[in-house]
């Protein structure tokens, strides 16, 4: 059984930092590329980085310089490290397994986790 789980968020002042987590089980972790998705209250979907399995990384333009993603293939893990944190950060945060074979993948994923929320608030 496929399982993601991600744990790290929290509340955060803006400016603040955070990393999250996302644990994985029950696939073969290092052929596959990883994705964090985010959900806002009363927004779609949004893609928010993702790492291919050779470590290559994507980021969408809203989080680019301020987050990083990486992964450790020997703990099926990938964190999403999020430095400079605005109010607009605040959302639910995914991670998500991309298809086998995907170079990787933004919303279209195949299976993702319960989500971890982050708000960024004074």
């Known amino acids: 059984e496929v399982r993601l789980v991600e744990s790290g968020g929290g509340l955060v002042q803006p400016g603040g930092s955070l990393t999250l987590h996302c644990t994985t089980s029950?696939?073969?972790?290092?052929?596959?590329?990883i994705t964090w998705v985010r959900q806002a209250p009363g927004k779609p979907l949004e893609w928010v980085s993702s790492?291919?399995?050779?470590?290559?990384?994507w980021y969408a333009d809203s989080v680019k310089g301020r987050f990083t993603i990486t992964r450790d293939n020997a703990k099926s893990t990938v964190d999403l490290q999020l430095n400079d944190l605005r109010s607009e950060d605040t959302a639910i945060y995914y991670c998500?397994?991309?298809?086998?074979?995907?170079?990787?993948?933004?919303?279209?994923?195949?299976?993702r986790g319960q989500g971890t929320q982050v708000t960024v608030s004074s």
């Open positions: 998500a397994q991309c298809e086998q074979y995907r170079v990787y993948c933004r919303t279209d994923y195949i299976d």
């Open positions: 029950g696939f073969n972790f290092k052929y596959f590329a």
């Open positions: 790492i291919t399995s050779g470590n290559t990384q």
